[in-house]
């Protein structure tokens, strides 16, 4: 399948473009990867060099996509990181092209704005994504932090993010980073009336990019027609794998293991729950 993917380019690196587009490919899709800003590496590193893209220049790249009669090919749009809130106006674009000339077509909305209490999106952007992305979407993935300034509710626990995360009032959501006691971690998957939490132990000293390989994949396995629980927990049991084998890294270790995107056997520490019974 042809996936259209907005997000960050680094040029050393995996994250943004540099997470999703291998493990899209590796999963044999083609993945048409429209820059939302170039830099020598993501922020984590001491230095780094670059900017973002002009919305015009990325209107006009998709303007070019669209003149080749490319978009009625595509079957998914993925967004991820903006570099400033005007470009939300140009991705939002990209999806009405897209849904218009494929109606069949899914979008998912990554909503990078944050993590662990801290913003880190440009002025505008988290307001830009609400308003003009968020009502287009198919599949959200925030994490906990993204979740609460979608949602504006105060998130305590699973059962308050379910609640948060049904008022985001799309087909499905997916949050990640959700505590699951001291030593876990879970993604809680909500749609229609399933709610599903899989978690894994929290792992320390993991790599940049989590939330974009998350992404990638839970598209992937949407694609493959799966269903939401086994997506969920094929993803994460991958995910799992990749970061365990990445810790104390710079980089996760995309390209020597590959492998483990394919793999099959889950962890034997994963748990899978069904939530929606929970009492508030």
Not at 39 to 60: D, K, M, T, W
């Amino acid at each position: 399948m042809n996936i259209l993917s907005i997000q960050s380019e680094v040029v050393h690196g995996h994250v943004g473009q540099g997470a999703a587009r291998f493990a899209l490919q590796r999963h044999g899709h083609e993945v048409w990867a429209l820059p939302t800003v170039i830099y020598s590496n993501h922020a984590g590193y001491p230095h780094v060099q670059g900017e973002a893209i002009s919305p015009g220049l990325l209107s006009r790249l998709l303007d070019g996509l669209a003149a080749n009669g490319w978009l009625a090919r595509c079957d998914a749009v993925l967004s991820g990181y903006l570099g400033n809130a005007e470009q939300a106006d140009v991705v939002a674009e990209a999806v009405l092209r897209v849904k218009h000339a494929n109606p069949r077509s899914l979008y998912l909305l990554d909503p990078v704005m944050g993590d662990n209490g801290r913003s880190y999106a440009k002025p505008g952007v988290a307001e830009a994504i609400a308003r003009q992305l968020l009502p287009l979407a198919d599949i959200v993935t925030p994490n906990w932090f993204e979740l609460v300034q979608l949602s504006a509710l105060s998130i305590r626990n699973r059962s308050d993010a379910r609640i948060a995360a049904r008022r985001l009032g799309r087909p499905v959501v997916l949050v990640t980073s959700v505590p699951d006691g001291t030593d876990r971690i879970a993604v809680l998957a909500v749609s229609g009336k399933e709610a599903w939490l899989v978690s894994t132990p929290l792992l320390q000293d993991v790599p940049h990019g989590a939330g974009d390989l998350f992404a990638a994949l839970f598209l992937a396995g949407h694609l493959a027609d799966s269903t939401l629980v086994d997506a969920v927990r094929t993803v994460v049991a991958r995910l799992f794998r990749i970061l365990d084998a990445s810790r104390n890294e710079q980089e996760l270790r995309l390209i020597s293991k590959q492998c483990l995107f394919l793999e099959v056997a889950e962890p034997t520490d994963l748990k899978c729950e069904s939530c929606e019974h929970e009492s508030t």
